[in-house]
């Protein structure tokens, strides 16, 4: 499908500033080739955030982003309305493996809870940055487990990055929400586009990584995500979607038009399993 979407000019400052399982920079030409040509006429909705690749590249002037991670959205807040504050904090934060292994302690505490917001986004971003891959990882208790990654000199402080996304979320329309993907679907109507960045389906058990959220998600929730998909086009609302390439995801969404892309991904734990796959574009458009 061509897209002879006219862009306004980008500000290339405005990107991801931590790293996540996922991430949709690699595929950001077949994504904005799916994109609806005029997809500055709706309000863009994305209720799987992450890293925020695909928002961060289109920078529409109005938007819903969603993400269950509440620490996430927690860094993007504080991003938006404490920078200062934050950028002060990260440079507090010293690149030593015990020093890293003190600050990722610290959510095994009951006073964790009461850590202010500033300190908390401080601390997810130091340790996405120096933390083994940059892989943000939990543990069913919700405890953030990657190892210390022994980097030589981490940029935990991409202070342009974050100047021009807090001016960014702060010059347009965008509302910062965290909870249940479906909350943020069910009020939707024809004026909103949503792209859909869930949690894949595994391959293969050795390929399963969902450790980003608390819990993972299984072959329930995928099935549920679609019932959803089928609600938005019940309503006419507009969605692209991304997922692996697994027989089972095809089924699913057998209805809609799939589109075949090539993405390399380096989070299998089996090292020999690693690179070019093949993932799926699904939308409900033509």
Known sequence: MK??????????????????VGGK????????????????NYTYVEPFLGGGAVLFHIQPKNAIVNDFNSELINV???????????????????????YFYHIRSLDRSEDFAKTGKIQRASRLIYLNKTCYNGLYRVNNAGEFNS???????????????LR????YLNSNNIQILSGDYDDVLKNLDKNSFVYLDPPYHPISESSNFTGYIQGGWNIFDQVRLRKACDELTKKGV???????????IKDQYRNYNISIVKA???????AGKRGEVEE????NYE
């Open 3 to 20: 897209n002879n979407n006219k862009a306004m000019a980008k500000n290339k400052l405005i990107s991801p500033f931590v790293k996540w």
């Open 25 to 40: 920079r690699q595929l950001m030409d077949a994504i904005m080739e799916a994109m609806p040509k005029n997809i500055s």
């Open 76 to 98: 993007y807040n504080v991003v938006k309305e404490n920078l200062d504050e934050l950028i002060a904090d990260l440079k507090k934060h010293r690149n030593e493996s015990e």
């Open 147 to 161: 190892p210390f990654g022994r980097y030589k000199n981490p940029n935990i402080i991409n202070e342009p990055v």
């Open 164 to 167: 021009a996304v807090s001016s």
């Open 238 to 248: 507009k969605f692209l979607l991304s997922n692996s390439a697994s027989g089972f």
């Open 264 to 270: 390399t991904r380096s989070i299998n734990v089996d």
């Open 280 to 283: 799926l574009l699904i939308r």
